[in-house]
């Protein structure tokens, strides 16, 4: 009888071990952000540093002076991260397969968990520096310059106030409602936020028995984020609808 209750007592010793770590594990999750593994950023060019930060994102100004009188002169500067487990950062690319001025950060397993975006600015040219860092190459007449840019960990509800499945025209559809973040772009390049923004609506329905054709679906999202933007709500996307590529669904008005 003794040795059953120990066993007992052991048993759900565990339990609460397990489950406690477990609370820790989703806390962390559910707090991490990228922001915190970013550290200063080096150029031989920096002269001052000027940062912004609000919840999980931090907007950062700097200011970049050339050594030289060369109007030719490269600017350059490096952002570098410290990343503990396994993330890696990769540039975007437009629909042409040209490399944009965002960036994403993955986690080991491929899921989008942060973003990167500079300026809309064509003097600007990404590099990947590792798989932790992003090098920037500015070529600019301009003596003194600023670049801004922003690096950030959003969640689905920053993102959107909901998404549920629905019936229209008698097809079941992916009905959203995107919050302002997804359409207010200002100056800074927005690749990185759609691509992201994506994965969290992935995160909560790609495990719905109605959730199939995940490519037909994504471009049909990128197209409502693209165009539609928030002149017109709900964004809804259809697995029915035929996977056609994203210029296709474009020419469809989002809906092939």
């Known amino acids: 009888m003794k040795l059953l209750k120990k066993s007992l007592y052991l048993f759900f ?3 609460l071990v397990t489950a406690l770590n477990s609370h820790s594990n989703i806390a962390f999750a559910e707090s991490y952000s990228v922001v915190n593994d970013l550290e200063e950023p080096t150029s031989p060019n920096l002269v001052h540093t000027e940062s912004i930060y609000k919840g999980n994102e931090m907007k950062e100004t700097v200011t970049l002076t050339k050594l030289t ?3 030719n002169e490269i600017l350059t500067l490096t952002l570098p ?3 503990k487990n396994g993330e890696y950062i990769e540039i975007n690319k437009d629909e042409n397969n040209n490399f944009v001025n965002s960036a994403n950060i993955y ?5 989008s968990i942060g973003i990167i975006s500079f300026e809309k600015n064509d003097d600007i040219q990404l590099q990947s520096h590792g798989d932790d860092a992003i090098e920037l190459k500015i070529n600019s007449d301009e003596q003194v310059l600023d670049i801004t840019y922003l690096v ?3 969640n ?3 993102y959107f106030h909901s998404s549920s499945w629905i019936e229209r025209d008698s097809l079941i559809s992916l009905s959203i409602n995107p919050k302002p973040l997804l359409w207010e772009s200002g100056m800074l390049e927005r690749t990185s936020i759609r691509n992201d923004s994506w994965q969290k609506v992935l995160d909560k329905h790609q495990e719905d028995s109605q959730f199939y054709n995940e490519n037909g679906m994504k471009d049909q999202y ?5 165009f539609a933007k928030g002149n017109k709500v709900p964004w ?3 697995p029915s609808r035929p996977d056609v590529g994203y210029i296709l669904t474009v020419l469809n008005a989002c809906n092939p």
């Open 13 to 15: 010793a565990i339990l």
């Open 69 to 71: 009188m060369d109007k």
């Open 81 to 83: 991260f410290n990343f």
């Open 107 to 111: 986690n080991k397993e491929g899921t």
């Open 152 to 154: 950030a960990s959003y």
């Open 156 to 158: 689905y509800e920053d």
């Open 222 to 226: 990128y197209c409502h984020f693209d």
């Open 236 to 238: 809804n996307i259809e």
